[in-house]
């Protein structure tokens, strides 16, 4: 045989897959979607005291001093974190491709014009 025959190799090593992250790298994605969540959520409540300040405490000088709140306060600190751990949870979920594994592919059918009629 001629030596420009060509063999396969047998010891090449498998390539990496190249969608496959670094732990590090998914931690960071999934904090970082924790920390939005709570971006968002912080928002959110300052856009209601705007605009009860806007709307209600001009016209009714109602200040919410009455209500008693302050014995709820112990709970802001678990709503928190509890809004952090759910947004870095469902970040998990994006990042790591746990949502689109279940995904059925879409079937592709052929583009075809339909019969011409005959007059």
Not at 44 to 67: E, H, K, M, Q, R
Not at 104 to 111: A, N, T, V
Request: with cysteine; aromatic share 12%; proline share 9%.
């Amino acid at each position: 045989m001629s030596p420009l025959v060509q063999r396969p190799r047998t010891g090449s090593p498998p390539r990496p897959d190249p969608t496959d992250q670094h732990w590090s790298m998914l931690l960071f994605e999934s904090c970082s979607a924790g920390a939005l969540a709570l971006g968002v959520g912080i928002a959110s409540v300052i856009v209601v005291i705007g605009v009860y300040g806007v709307l209600v405490w001009p016209l009714t000088f109602w200040d919410l001093a009455s209500l008693g709140l302050e014995k709820y306060a112990q709970y802001g600190n678990t709503a928190l974190w509890s809004v952090f751990a759910g947004g870095t949870l469902a970040g998990y979920w994006c990042f790591s491709g746990a949502a689109f594994k279940n995904r059925r592919k879409p079937s592709i059918k052929p583009l075809t014009r339909p019969p011409r009629q005959r007059r």
